[in-house]
């Protein structure tokens, strides 16, 4: 199972909530374990420099939209050097692509039949130069995004709310936008920290480590199918 029991609520069951990396998307972890290896750093050293001072370093800062990415870069630099290895942080943005995962786009597309549904995603803004080299590609990518997103009732995104998960105030935000309450939602994401808090609010959560087993336990939780 994932990172909850499941438990019998089919009948209060809403509202199925996503986030996007790691979940709609393919996990961008694994694009830093590829950066890792290349550049010689430690395993694990990326997530291990986000992870410290979670509430106030230059990723919690840039998904709040407290800074942009040219202050990004120098301020993820500093602190990833302050912990051994200097670390570019305008490169790292740029391994957040990710490719869609046609599977969980077709669970949202079904489950946003017979239930309402929303987006949970921490993001920030990244400007681009429309005359830049991969411009056609930003446009076909940037259109392939918004026809997922309009499968949404709701996106909640951290760059416009100014909060970010795992602050509870996030999920507080994504009910009253959805008109739900929190026991009547499921909510998917493949970090941990982010479905505690989600949890202790009531929703049932599903951690999202194989995408598969996460669909499986999503089916079960809202008692229909969400495959071909």
């Not at 840039?62 to 050097?81: V, W, Y």
């Not at 803004?125 to 995004?145: F, K, N, S, T």
């Not at 935000?173 to 970090?191: H, R």
Request: charged share 25%; with cysteine.
């Amino acid at each position: 199972m994932g990172d909850a029991p499941l438990r019998s609520l089919r009948a209060v069951i809403r509202a199925a909530l996503f986030d996007f990396g790691g979940v709609i998307l393919s996990s961008p972890f694994e694009a830093f374990a590829a950066y890792e290896a290349d550049r010689g750093l430690p395993e694990g050293f990326l997530r291990r420099v986000n992870a410290t001072d979670p509430d106030t370093n230059a990723w919690a800062c840039l998904e709040r939209s407290e800074i942009g990415p040219a202050e990004f870069g120098p301020r993820f630099a500093a602190e990833s050097a302050a912990l051994g290895h200097e670390v570019d942080g305008l490169e790292v943005l740029g391994l957040l692509q990710g490719t869609l995962r046609p599977a969980m786009v077709e669970a949202v597309r079904r489950c946003g039949e017979r239930l309402v549904t929303g987006l949970l995603t921490n993001n920030f803004v990244l400007a681009r130069d429309p005359d830049g080299p991969d411009a056609v590609a930003h446009v076909d990518r940037e259109r392939e995004m918004q026809e997922v997103l309009a499968l949404f009732d709701a996106v909640v995104e951290s760059s416009k709310v100014g909060v970010r998960k795992p602050d509870p105030r996030f999920y507080e935000l994504a009910c009253e936008t959805l008109g739900i309450e929190p026991s009547e939602a499921v909510f998917l994401d493949d970090l941990g920290v982010n479905l505690k808090p989600a949890r202790a609010m009531g929703m049932t959560t599903i951690k999202v480590v194989d995408p598969d087993v996460a669909l499986a336990e999503l089916e079960a939780v809202v008692g229909f199918p969400l495959r071909a």
